[in-house]
Structures are given as structure tokens and as C-alpha cells.
């Protein structure tokens, strides 16, 4: 058929979407957001050069949070694994975001980003900030998901939005860690919270500056904020992310004595923090 054709074809029903709107939103340049960096400045095929191969930093920092967080994993439950497998997709969104500035690009991140907060919150959410009529995980699993599938549908009702929404995510994580932590006395522990949020606030400075701060930084000719953003909201999220896996092993799998290490170098605290276990599994203990 005709691609005339098969356009009248669709028109004739209504409310559904013509061929060439539901092309545009592939097309280069069809998102309203635009970041600071110049477009096409280094190749004429990628719209935001630096921006995209900063996303490739989702490459390195998955693999090795996976390996890292293998034991862990296995002990608790191996659904933690979907959290950087996720990533890795939230890597490849941002970089064909970046590279085409199209609308499906700008959604495509997003909306990974709010299936990845999801994900996070219903594995590691600590069960006593459960809403009361909440008796499990599981339920909990359950109205995570409902929301999830009704927040994304939105998120197409005002598209320029929705990076400001998952931004106020942080709020709500940072208010539950501030309860949970503010009679913590453990030094590791409060270390890795601190440089969570010293990581997430460096990178949300440059969120902010790049969004709103962009004619001073063409000036200085330096338009690289958005991509740095990029390699320190990784980093906090790898951060943050343990932070809250080693609240939730130490209530719900004591027995194997979880320890928090940091790789490479675990002297000094630097580097990617993870989950050792120190203790037996819940198999062998049985045994
Ligand atoms: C019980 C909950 C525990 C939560 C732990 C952390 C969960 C992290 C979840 C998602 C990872 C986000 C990865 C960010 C990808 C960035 C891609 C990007 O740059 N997109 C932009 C467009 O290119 C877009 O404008 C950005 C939108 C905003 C993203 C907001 C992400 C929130 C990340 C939360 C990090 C938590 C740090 C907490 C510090 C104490
Ligand atoms: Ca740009
Ligand atoms: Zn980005």
C-alpha cells in the first residue's frame, strides 16, 4: 500500500496518531529540551557529542556493580541484579537521546529512569515506612507497579516535566535516609551516606547550571555540565543504591553478617562500594 493510503487508512480512525506525527517523534531535534552543549558541534550525525559518550560510563559502572553485587544477590534475592541490567538500558536511552534530541529518545530516558526507581523501591524501600494498610513486600511490589504504569502514561501529558519530577525523587530518598540513619552510630555507614549525597549534589549542580545557568557557560565556552552530570549521577546512584541494599541485609539477612567494602582499593574507602558477606548462607545453614 501507498504510504498515502495507509496514512488515510489510520486518519479514518479517530484519535489515533498520523504516520508522519508518529515518524516525528524519531526525528532529529523533535524533544523541547535542548541541553547546553552545542548541537552538531564535533559530528554532523550526533546532535550532542560529549553528552552522548559521557553515557557510556552506564558501560562501565554496570558490569562491574553486577559482579560486585553478585553475593549479595544471590542471598537475598536475584531480582537485584534487574537494577543494573536496567541501567545498562538507561545507558543506551541517554545516548540516543542525546544523539538525536528526539521526543521517543527524551522518553525512552526518562521513563527508564522512573522503571529503575521503581525497581529500587520496591526491593530495598524499608518495610517500616510501608504505608499502614501495606502488610508486605510484596503488596507493597504491587502498588509500586500500579504507580509506575500510571506515572508513565502521564508522563506523556507534559513531557518537559517530567526530568523535574524524577529529580523530586531525591527528596523523598534523602527524607527516609535522613530518618533512618539519624541515630546511626556505624562509621562505614555513615560515610557511604555522606558521599551519596555529596556525589548527588555535586550532580545536580550541574543539572541546574547546565539547565539554567547555560549563556554564562557558552561564554566561558565550557558546555560540558550535562555530560559530568551524567558520570556523577551514575557514581550516586551506585552510592546510594548499596547504601540502601545494606540497610535492608542487615534486617532481612543478618545471619550472613553483610560488610561494606569498596573496590577497588577498600583501605582508604574510595572507589565502588558493594556488599560482602561475611557470614553462612541461609543453604548452608540449614545443612
Ligand atoms: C529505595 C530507593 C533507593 C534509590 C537508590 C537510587 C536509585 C537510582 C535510580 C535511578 C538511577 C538514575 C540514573 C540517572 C540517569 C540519568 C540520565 C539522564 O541524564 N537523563 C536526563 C536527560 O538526559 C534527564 O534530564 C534526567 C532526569 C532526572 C533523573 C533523576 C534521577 C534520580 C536519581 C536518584 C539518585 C539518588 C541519589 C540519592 C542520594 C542520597
Ligand atoms: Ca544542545
Ligand atoms: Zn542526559
Redesign the pocket.
Known amino acids: 500500500m501507498e504510504r498515502a493510503a495507509v496514512d488515510a487508512f489510520w486518519r479514518g480512525i479517530p484519535s489515533f496518531p498520523s504516520i508522519d506525527k508518529m515518524a516525528s517523534v524519531f526525528a532529529y531535534e523533535s524533544s523541547q529540551i535542548d541541553w547546553c552543549e552545542d548541537n552538531y558541534r564535533n559530528s554532523e550525525n550526533v546532535v550532542e557529542y560529549f553528552n552522548t559518550m559521557s553515557s557510556l560510563i552506564f558501560f562501565v559502572i554496570a558490569p562491574i556493580m553486577l559482579y560486585l553485587l553478585h553475593p549479595y544477590a544471590k542471598e537475598r534475592n536475584l531480582a537485584v541484579h534487574l537494577v543494573w541490567i536496567m541501567m545498562v538500558f ?1 545507558g543506551i536511552f ?1 545516548m540516543y ?2 544523539m538525536t534530541l528526539s521526543f521517543m529518545g527524551q522518553m525512552l ?2 521513563l527508564s ?1 522512573l522503571w ?2 521503581a525497581l ?2 520496591s526491593l ?2 524499608p518495610r517500616k515506612h510501608f504505608p499502614s494498610f501495606i502488610k508486605d513486600r510484596k503488596s507493597f511490589s504491587h502498588m509500586v507497579l500500579i504507580i509506575t504504569v500510571i506515572s508513565s502514561l502521564s508522563s506523556f501529558v507534559k513531557p518537559t516535566a517530567n ?1 523535574y519530577a ?2 523530586c ?2 527528596i523523598h ?2 527524607y527516609f ?1 535522613f530518618v533512618e540513619l539519624r541515630n546511626c552510630t556505624d562509621q562505614k555507614v555513615l560515610r557511604l551516606a555522606w558521599s ?2 555529596g556525589l ?1 549534589v555535586l550532580a545536580i549542580s550541574c543539572w541546574i547550571s547546565d539547565r539554567f545557568g547555560c549563556s554564562f557557560w557558552q561564554k566561558l565556552d565550557f558546555c560540558y555540565l550535562h555530560g559530568i ?2 558520570i556523577l ?1 551514575v557514581m ?2 551506585a552510592y ?2 548499596t547504601l ?1 541494599a545494606y540497610l535492608d541485609a542487615s534486617l532481612e539477612i543478618p545471619y550472613s553478617l553483610p560488610d561494606l567494602q569498596y573496590w577497588p582499593q577498600n583501605k582508604w574507602s574510595i572507589g565502588l562500594p558493594y556488599i560482602a558477606l561475611k557470614g553462612s548462607t541461609k543453604t548452608r545453614k540449614i545443612c
Open positions: 538507561v541517554s537521546f542525546h530516558d526518562e529512569i529503575v526507581l529500587c523501591y530495598w524501600f526530568a524524577l529529580n525523587f531525591t530518598i534523602l535516609l551519596s549525597v548527588w552530570w551524567h549521577i550516586a546512584t546510594a543504591s540502601v
